[in-house]
């Protein structure tokens, strides 16, 4: 259904600010990230990128979420080809096979995975009528996320990977998951570690936990990312040295500058206060969404929103983490700040998405 004149006055403005807010940071900090870089043009083709996301956005926020809802098998399978294809056809960049090529830009296809699996999760959990899902539903459920999972570790992207894992959990928890099932995966997945650690990861997977367990190991190798970005956060102090003042970020020292560690660059530049900003921003964001889940009409409404929320959480407290040095580095970009149009635009899709169920809570 095309949106009607009168959910014009049930959008959150107050979620679409933040939203705003949280962009226009990050066009901030990767312009001061990338000015004495290769490539200083990138800050326009973000701001190109925000532009198209909330176009996206709009777009999604005026059909009705059960309208898209009921295309979401299709939008699944899709997905699913598409990530089959690219391990058999998709050409290699940075050692994987996630990027479709598109010409003018390339699209990451993780987080199209990552919004398909939840709009299919959502659309199965509420047409389940139990108050707790028994190992039928557990098991159906896993398999309908097991199965992109299983082609984003291929490609190799544990990122994404967790990131679905996580959003299921979650969506699990809340549709009333029975306590012996969370026993049985938590012992499943403390004996499949093993397995995991010999024959999932891979050599570079590998350096990267044992560079978190201790950097100074291979300072210039593997712990190098780590190092430069905990003295770029621990040097920024209380206002920061200044923005395009940062030493870590102009002098090229802090590696990925603008897409994963940009949240290294606020905190150099603008110190203890631009990092409660981001998490102002975020909490601000995380408020209104869950506002919206509370205020749906309905259990696919609500399970929409828990999935892309959870999925935005897991990202941003993941990235904010790694940079810490208190988890090991995983290609994470921080949701709505880090460069890049893939993850943009389907985060503001997402967030398109908990608005819309938002302006139609009262419909009948």
Same mark, same amino acid.
């Given at each position: ?9 049930g ?53 009705d ?14 997905? +699913?080809? %598409?990530?089959? /294809? $690219?391990?058999i056809?998709?050409?290699? @960049?940075? !050692? &994987?096979?996630?990027?479709l090529?598109? *010409? ?14 939840v +709009?299919? %999760?959502?659309? /199965? $959990? ?5 108050? @707790?899902? !028994? &190992?039928a539903?557990?098991?159906?459920? *896993? ?20 990131? $679905? ?10 549709a ?46 593997a ?61 601000m964001?995380t ?17 929409l ?57 009262f419909?009948?």
């Open positions: 259904m095309i949106l009607d004149r009168r959910f014009w006055f959008i959150d403005w107050l979620l679409v600010l933040g939203l705003a807010l949280a962009a226009g940071l990050g066009v901030a900090a990767i312009y001061s990230a990338t000015q004495g870089g290769p490539n200083p043009d990138y800050y326009r083709r973000q701001l190109l990128w925000i532009v198209l996301g909330f176009a996206l956005m709009l777009l999604v926020m005026a059909i979420y059960h309208s898209l809802s009921d295309h979401a098998e299709l939008f699944y399978l899709a997905v +699913a080809g %598409l990530l089959v /294809y $690219l391990l056809f998709g050409s290699l @960049r940075a !050692g &994987t096979n996630r990027w090529e598109l *010409g003018i830009f390339t699209l990451h296809s993780g987080e199209l995975a990552k919004l398909a699996s +709009a299919l %999760l959502a659309k /199965y $959990l509420a047409a389940v009528r139990k108050n @707790r899902l !028994g &190992t539903e557990v098991a159906i459920t *896993g398999a309908l996320v097991g199965i992109p999972v299983l082609l984003v570790i291929l490609q190799p992207d544990l990122g994404t990977a967790a990131t $679905l894992a996580f959003a299921y959990a979650v969506l699990c928890l809340l009333g998951v029975r306590g012996r099932l969370i026993l049985v995966a938590a012992v499943v997945f403390a004996l499949a570690l093993p397995f995991g650690w010999s024959f999932v990861l891979k050599d570079y997977q590998k350096e990267r936990v044992l560079a978190f367990l201790d950097p100074n190991l291979d300072p210039r190798g712990g190098y990312q780590s190092i430069q970005s905990t003295i770029a956060v621990g040097s920024g102090g209380l206002t920061g040295k200044g923005w395009l003042e940062g030493s870590q970020s102009q002098l090229q020292f802090l590696p990925a500058p603008h897409t994963d560690f940009v949240f290294a660059v606020i905190g150099e530049e603008l110190g203890f206060v631009g990092v409660v900003a981001v998490l102002v921003l975020y909490l964001i408020l209104r969404s869950l506002e919206a889940a509370r205020r749906a009409r309905d259990r696919l409404g609500i399970y929103v828990a999935g892309i929320l959870a999925m935005f959480i897991f990202q941003a407290l993941y990235n904010m983490a790694m940079v810490g040095g208190l988890v090991p580095i995983k290609g994470f970009p921080l949701p709505l700040v880090s460069y890049g149009g893939s993850s943009m635009m389907t985060t503001l899709i997402g967030f398109g998405l908990i608005l819309n169920v938002r302006m139609r809570r419909v009948n």
